[in-house]
């Protein structure tokens, strides 16, 4: 007996009624995007491990999935390596490519290697796949898609404030209800200056950021392990734990931080942000809540000013957006001093959570609108100039393909939920109409194909 096939773990099929709600989901995204002045791109599935290895951190490295070469990719690699190398050493021997671990490393290389086609600054959106090694959990994938939009060429913090009106405004969509965080890398860059460690700001950050996820103990204990003294993490502990209104912490971020002028930088970027999304008597203040949280890190290497993070309030669940500014990205690719802010949409979270909310509009799952019966062959060549006359009219229709019992016929449409059936027999084509059956209520009516297609339409 065949093996039943299966999918990798942390992967998904998608069938009809999933697709409808993604493509949703891609829809409203593109459409606010387009608002905002964003242009679409896409990048290849795989990059050249050159260009994603270093990016994300030495935790970023580990979850790249890495592509064997093509061929003999063994020929010419010492015995002893396959023993004595170990894992990393050997890879970096047979794999050059990656399939890639986000959108935004790859739009780096793209405008690196675009520039001379470009218009800065430069507004680009990306809704494509990514993949990452890790370890498969609830709202979390080892393939799951991206919904990027990226500013690039501009220093102004307008664009921040942008982002976060475009994040509050998708979610508006969406109908969730979310709480946008933000906190600044030049703060903790400071922080780490003020207790003496600034060489282990990677570390501190790596660790703060999971205090929702592991608690405060734990928090420490990784600092510890991390080689920081007991004096530095003391000093740390009113920090991380700060409390109070946006204006409260700023405040306490500008006492804190006074002997710091990269912590006051990040303090007063922070504040600009805040005080342009936070007006109520203006049209640019959000509808959901913007919060300023210190422990927001954000693991990845590459920011250096805002970050962003997004939680839905109602479904327990991983951020479901998150951004920030990666001022010094495209240097690695040669190009230094090119600013540039992103932000990236979880569409697979997303997903979940308009799922357990039941936020979907009911015609977002509505496939076939017009279920044609056929009755036999010149039934059906009556029917072909309607169904193209409804299809021009919109309206999303087919004809069954083969002559069977009505019975069967009737089954079809009741399982694809179709709301409405069309009959033709020969008192139908006498009279040059068509019965239209409303499958909720069970009415039929005899109409003209013009009244036929008002009447779905409506």
């Known amino acids: 007996m065949a093996q039943k096939p299966s999918i990798p773990k ?57 592509i064997l070469d093509s061929g003999d990719f063994l020929r010419g690699i010492d015995p002893s390596a396959l023993c004595e190398g170990g894992t990393p050493k050997l890879a970096a021997c047979i794999c050059e490519k990656g399939l890639r671990y986000d959108l935004t490393v790859p739009f780096a290389r793209y405008v690196v290697q675009h520039r001379e086609e470009l218009t800065l600054p430069f507004r680009r959106f990306q809704i ?5 090694a890790d370890r498969p959990q609830k709202g979390r994938y080892r393939e799951f898609y991206q919904c990027d939009a990226d500013v690039v060429g501009s220093d102004s913090l307008l664009n921040e404030v942008e982002l976060m009106q475009i994040v509050d405004e998708v979610f508006r969509r969406f109908g969730i209800r979310v709480c946008i965080k933000i906190n600044n890398r030049k703060i903790l860059t400071g922080i780490a200056e003020i207790i003496g460690q600034a060489d282990k700001i990677v570390d501190i950050t790596v660790a703060i950021d999971k205090l929702d996820k592991i608690g405060l103990d734990n928090v420490n204990a990784e600092l510890r392990a991390n080689g920081l003294p007991e004096e530095a993490i003391e000093k740390l502990q009113p920090i991380i734990q700060l409390s109070g209104t946006n204006e409260e912490k700023m405040a306490t971020m500008r006492g804190v931080l006074a002997e710091s002028e990269i912590g006051l930088k990040g303090v007063e970027e922070v504040e600009f942000v805040l005080n342009a999304l936070s007006n109520p008597n203006t049209p640019c203040s959000l509808m959901n809540k913007i919060e300023f949280d210190l422990t927001l890190a954000r693991g990845l290497n590459y920011y250096t000013g805002c970050i962003f993070e997004v939680k839905a309030l109602d479904v327990e669940i991983g951020s479901i957006t998150g951004g920030g500014r990666y001022d ?46 056929n009755f036999g062959e010149c039934e059906a ?22 002559q069977t019992k009505m019975k069967k016929q009737m089954q079809y449409a009741n399982q694809k939920q179709v709301p409405f ?7 139908e084509m006498a009279a040059g109409k068509v019965t239209l059956k409303n499958m909720d209520t069970g009415e039929q009516q005899l109409l003209t194909p013009e009244e036929l297609v008002e009447m779905v339409k409506g």
């Open 10 to 66: 942390g992967t998904r099929d998608f069938g009809p009624v999933e697709m409808a709600r993604r493509n949703y989901i891609f829809d409203t995204i593109r459409s606010v995007y387009a608002l905002y002045g964003f242009q679409q791109i896409e990048t290849p599935a795989m990059e050249n491990l050159s260009t994603l290895m270093g990016k994300y951190g030495e935790e970023g490295d580990k979850l790249l999935f890495k």
């Open 421 to 427: 059936v069309a009959l033709v027999g020969e008192n």
């Open 328 to 373: 010094n990205l495209t240097g690695i690719f040669g190009m230094p001093g090119l600013s540039g802010v992103g932000i990236s949409f979880g569409a697979d979270r997303i997903y979940d959570v308009l799922n357990q909310l039941d936020l979907y509009p009911e015609t977002v799952t509505t496939q076939t609108q017009l279920l044609f019966i």
């Open 128 to 132: 494509q796949p990514v993949w990452r």
């Open 381 to 402: 060549a009556y029917c072909m100039p309607i169904l193209a006359q409804a299809r021009r009219a919109g309206i999303r229709c087919e004809i069954y393909p083969d």
